[in-house]
């Protein structure tokens, strides 16, 4: 696959910000949840984790894929 560095950074930095959009969206998701009364703060807390850590992958994955060798900050 040839993408010019231009279009990946602009792409990495897309994919980045929906991971990290859905990680306050899990974060909201889970509060209110709990905060409603609808699970217990322990399943909470697990769903939380394993979202999170869903997400990191996939975080981890993206920066990977579109920029093995560089840090890439998003800002």
Do not use: D
């Not at 980045?16 to 703060?41: D, E, G, H, R, S």
């Not at 850590?53 to 920066?63: H, M």
Request: glycine share 2%; hydrophobic share 55%; charged share 20%.
């Amino acid at each position: 696959m040839n993408i010019s560095l231009s279009k990946a950074n602009k792409t990495l930095k897309k994919l980045l910000k929906v991971v990290y959009f859905l990680m306050i969206v899990l974060t909201a998701l889970c509060y209110a949840l709990n905060t409603l009364a609808l699970v217990n703060q322990k399943e909470a807390l697990i769903a939380w984790f394993l979202g999170f850590f869903i997400l990191f992958v996939a975080e981890s994955e993206v920066k990977h894929k579109y920029c093995p060798k560089r840090k890439i900050s998003v800002g």
